[in-house]
């Protein structure tokens, strides 16, 4: 074979073994998003994602720092309760935090939040929280050292 | 190259009730990795041919055709009988037994020019032996598959696997020289011109066992002990099965002279215990007896010696003990990053280059990128396997497919290891590459248990029909997550605080 088809069959052979690889690992990656390793749980059957269309409402609330971070909740009707109390919704572990702290309660399409009377105080962005105040998509509310936001 | 979506083969509507998503079984994907596979391995043999030959033969027909026959009806018993089954385990093992065959076939080219510029008769063809040993493999394959339905029903014959690995493994260490015996090793039986190594079916027998075993005993191996230094020691009479593993691995070493087999098995038990208790005692504590193992070994036997000797420096002595490994380092070096081509090296120049040499081999003519490509499809194949016992939900399985992920793991670490003077060569068999009937039959059924295994982590789970609503008065007591808080909009009466 002349020295030169050696050399590119050469180099080709090994370009497409690595091919292989990358595409193996191509596999490899797309399965860890998709957590098919692990079974998908699908609660109810279906998705929860019925009410798609109205991206403006608050369908989930999101602990973006402190301990509980990456904390998600999903909201329906019902008040979200914070706090160190064994009974909130969110049951913070915090020297900062307050038994019973604050609570985030629906009312029409939007919600508010509330100071249950804390010693440390609830923040919503800056500002303190004095009475019912509504919480904005994204907005941070800051109780001890975490911050939670509504998302849609 | 397309990104291989996931959302391929979908089972038909059965259980597609209130929008559940049907989960992706893989197959397409698999389909398409082995038709890869094949298009490498097809490539891989005409460069071998043109290189070497000059011209193509008829074998690289046979070859093929051979090959792509086993690639499908493998894919095809999977398709039947596994269907959520991982989609990279087949292709990686296809891609390797390929590249195993390739490398084989070459060997014989040049073994054949050899013996006929010596006017020695040619010598038989290793390949189509390989090829039908890797038939023998695929029906293997296909009947673990399509026998063991669930590999759960495994752990009810884990004592019986026991037994019949146990008998398999002392077998050859029993029978006479003149049946057992091949190059100083006791390994074989052989009964006219094939023989087998009973040795590689009885690490998977034991595999089951070791796992149904420690299922079953798990508790009182992770739950007893005293404290000492900061990690809980097993009780003394705890660790019999490690001590049993060790005689066993000891036994092998004396019998049958075989180094690999006995570090491989030590190492799958001392795994699987770790696995099954999480104690870093039992590793330290085996780390330890395989110290003290090895020490006497070494002071022992002249063959371990010998060994060690040759692995501190083949050079010494060239000519005579060391001229395997000095071979193999050359090709090593010969093929340097990029490798000389296939077929164009001299990889015949090592003894064994078909079987333990193999990876030298490989690494003369496809070089360190080749050989790094090779690792990472045996990576992937591995991490596959454990991955599988991760998802897997009882704990049988969780042991058995770390086990034997592990078993392959650790022989490739032994060989290669061996083979590039990392560690003393010992002589195993690379998984599915080197030329060897048993290792290869073995290693097919080992992937078919893999397999199946992945199958369960990865089907859907079958839907339980709803519980029936219960009345209030009749329903029992249940722990529901977010207690009802009442939508009161008033301040909530309750002890408020800071700071206790």
Same mark, same amino acid.
């Given at each position: 074979?002349?020295?030169?088809?050696?050399?590119?069959?050469?180099?080709?052979?090994?370009?497409? #073994?690595? #091919?292989?690889?990358?595409?193996?690992?191509?596999?490899?990656?797309?399965?860890?998003?998709?957590?098919?390793?692990?079974?998908?749980?699908?609660?109810?059957?279906?998705? !929860?994602?019925?009410?798609?269309?109205?991206?403006?409402?608050?369908?989930? +609330?999101?602990?973006?720092?402190?301990?509980?971070?990456?904390?998600?909740?999903?909201?329906? *009707?019902?008040?979200?309760?914070? /706090?160190?109390?064994?009974?909130?919704?969110?049951?913070?572990?915090?020297?900062? %935090?307050?038994?019973?702290?604050?609570?985030?309660?629906?009312?029409?399409?939007?919600?508010?939040?509330?100071?249950?009377?804390?010693?440390?105080?609830?923040?919503?962005?800056?500002?303190?929280?004095?009475?019912?105040?509504?919480?904005?998509?994204?907005?941070?509310?800051?109780?001890?050292?975490?911050?939670?936001?509504?998302?849609? | 190259?397309?990104?291989?979506?996931?959302?391929? %083969?979908?089972?038909?509507?059965?259980?597609?009730?209130?929008?559940?998503?049907?989960?992706?079984?893989?197959?397409?994907?698999? &389909?398409?990795?082995?038709? =890869?596979?094949?298009?490498?391995?097809?490539?891989?043999?005409?460069?071998?041919?043109?290189?070497?030959?000059?011209?193509?033969?008829?074998?690289?027909?046979?070859?093929?055709?051979?090959?792509?026959?086993?690639?499908?009806?493998?894919?095809?018993?999977?398709?039947? @009988?596994?269907?959520?089954?991982?989609?990279?385990?087949?292709?990686?093992?296809?891609?390797?037994?390929?590249?195993?065959?390739?490398?084989?076939?070459?060997?014989?080219?040049?073994?054949?020019?050899?013996?006929?510029?010596? /006017?020695?008769?040619?010598?038989?063809?290793? !390949?189509?032996?390989?090829?039908?040993?890797?038939?023998?493999?695929?029906?293997?394959?296909?009947? !673990?598959?399509?026998?063991?339905?669930?590999?759960?029903? #495994?752990?009810?014959?884990?004592?019986?696997?026991?037994?019949?690995g146990l008998v398999l493994l002392a077998l050859p260490g029993l029978l006479p020289s003149s049946i057992s015996e091949v190059n100083g090793a006791k390994l074989w039986i052989?009964?006219?011109?094939?023989?087998?190594q009973p040795g590689e079916?009885a690490k998977? &027998?034991l595999?089951?066992?070791?796992?149904?075993?420690?299922?079953?005993?798990?508790?009182? @191996?992770?739950?007893?002990?005293?404290?000492?230094?900061?990690?809980?020691?097993?009780?003394?009479?705890?660790?019999a099965p490690l001590l049993v593993a060790w005689g066993l691995s000891v036994g092998v070493l004396v019998v049958e002279r075989d180094l690999g087999s006995s570090l491989l098995f030590f190492g799958i038990l001392l795994?699987?215990?770790?696995?099954?208790?999480?104690?870093?005692?039992?590793?330290?504590?085996g780390?330890g007896f395989f110290v003290i193992g090895a020490l006497i070994a070494y002071q022992l036997f002249g063959h371990v010696q010998v060994r060690v000797q040759v692995?501190?420096?083949?050079?010494?002595?060239?000519?005579?003990?060391?001229?395997?490994?000095?071979?193999?380092?050359?090709?090593?070096?010969?093929?340097?990053?990029?490798?000389?081509?296939?077929?164009?090296?001299?990889?015949?120049?090592?003894?064994?280059?078909?079987?333990? =040499?193999?990876?030298?081999?490989?690494?003369?003519?496809?070089?360190?990128?080749?050989?790094?490509?090779?690792?990472?499809?045996?990576?992937? &194949?591995?991490?596959?396997?454990?991955?599988?016992?991760?998802?897997?939900?009882?704990? =049988?399985?969780?042991?058995?497919?770390?086990?034997?992920?592990?078993?392959?793991?650790?022989?490739?670490?032994v !060989?290669?290891?061996g083979?590039?003077?990392?560690?003393p060569l010992t002589g195993l068999?690379?998984?599915?590459? *080197?030329?060897?009937? *048993? *290792?290869?039959?073995?290693?097919?059924?080992?992937?078919?248990?893999?397999?199946?295994?992945?199958?369960?982590?990865?089907?859907?789970?079958?839907?339980?029909?709803?519980?029936?609503?219960?009345?209030?008065?009749?329903?029992?007591?249940? +722990?529901?997550?977010?207690?009802?808080?009442?939508?009161?909009?008033?301040?909530?009466?309750?002890?408020?605080?800071?700071?206790?």
């Open positions: 074979m002349p020295e030169l088809v050696l050399q590119l069959t050469r180099a080709g052979f090994l370009a497409l #073994l690595w #091919l292989f690889v990358l595409v193996a690992l191509r596999v490899v990656r797309s399965d860890l998003y998709a957590a098919s390793g692990l079974r998908a749980i699908m609660p109810g059957g279906g998705r !929860v994602s019925a009410k798609a269309g109205r991206s403006r409402t608050a369908r989930q +609330l999101q602990v973006t720092q402190g301990p509980l971070a990456g904390t998600r909740i999903t909201l329906d *009707s019902r008040p979200i309760l914070i /706090g160190r109390a064994d009974d909130s919704t969110l049951k913070l572990d915090d020297d900062y %935090a307050s038994t019973r702290h604050a609570r985030i309660s629906q009312q029409g399409e939007e919600w508010y939040v509330e100071d249950l009377g804390s010693t440390n105080g609830t923040y919503l962005d800056r500002a303190k929280v004095t009475g019912p105040t509504r919480v904005p998509l994204g907005v941070p509310v800051r109780i001890g050292k975490t911050v939670i936001e509504l998302r849609s | 190259m397309a990104a291989p979506g996931l959302s391929a %083969a979908r089972p038909g509507g059965a259980n597609g009730r209130e929008g559940a998503p049907a989960l992706p079984t893989g197959r397409t994907i698999e &389909l398409l990795l082995l038709v =890869f596979a094949a298009v490498i391995v097809t490539g891989a043999l005409v460069l071998v041919e043109a290189n070497q030959e000059q011209e193509l033969t008829p074998t690289l027909l046979y070859v093929g055709l051979a090959y792509l026959v086993v690639l499908t009806l493998a894919h095809l018993a999977v398709r039947k @009988f596994a269907p959520y089954a991982d989609p990279l385990i087949l292709p990686s093992v296809a891609l390797l037994n390929g590249l195993g065959l390739v490398m084989i076939h070459r060997l014989d080219l040049a073994d054949q020019d050899r013996a006929a510029l010596l /006017g020695q008769p040619v010598p038989d063809s290793l !390949v189509f032996k390989q090829i039908l040993w890797t038939a023998v493999g695929l029906a293997l394959f296909i009947a !673990v598959l399509w026998l063991v339905k669930d590999h759960r029903t #495994l752990a009810r014959y884990g004592f019986t696997c026991g037994l019949v052989r009964i006219g011109g094939a023989g087998i079916f998977i &027998l595999i089951i066992f070791f796992a149904a075993f420690l299922v079953q005993k798990r508790d009182l @191996f992770s739950t007893a002990g005293r404290r000492f230094l900061g990690m809980e020691l097993p009780r003394a009479r705890d660790l795994v699987l215990l770790y696995a099954a208790t999480e104690r870093v005692s039992w590793m330290l504590i780390i692995w501190l420096d083949p050079f010494s002595d060239y000519d005579n003990r060391g001229y395997q490994i000095a071979q193999a380092l050359f090709g090593l070096g010969t093929g340097g990053v990029g490798g000389t081509g296939l077929g164009a090296g001299r990889p015949d120049l090592v003894p064994f280059a078909e079987s333990d =040499f193999i990876f030298s081999s490989l690494g003369e003519e496809l070089g360190l990128i080749g050989l790094a490509s090779i690792l990472v499809v045996y990576l992937v &194949l591995i991490t596959r396997g454990l991955r599988s016992a991760l998802a897997v939900r009882d704990s =049988f399985g969780k042991l058995l497919a770390t086990g034997l992920s592990f078993a392959v793991a650790l022989q490739i670490f !060989v290669i290891g083979v590039t003077k990392l560690i068999t690379l998984p599915f590459l *080197s030329y060897g009937g *048993s *290792s290869l039959v073995a290693n097919y059924a080992l992937v078919a248990m893999l397999l199946r295994i992945s199958n369960a982590a990865r089907a859907p789970l079958t839907r339980r029909p709803a519980a029936p609503a219960v009345p209030i008065a009749d329903a029992g007591t249940e +722990l529901v997550q977010r207690p009802a808080v009442g939508p009161t909009t008033g301040p909530v009466p309750g002890p408020t605080g800071g700071r206790p």
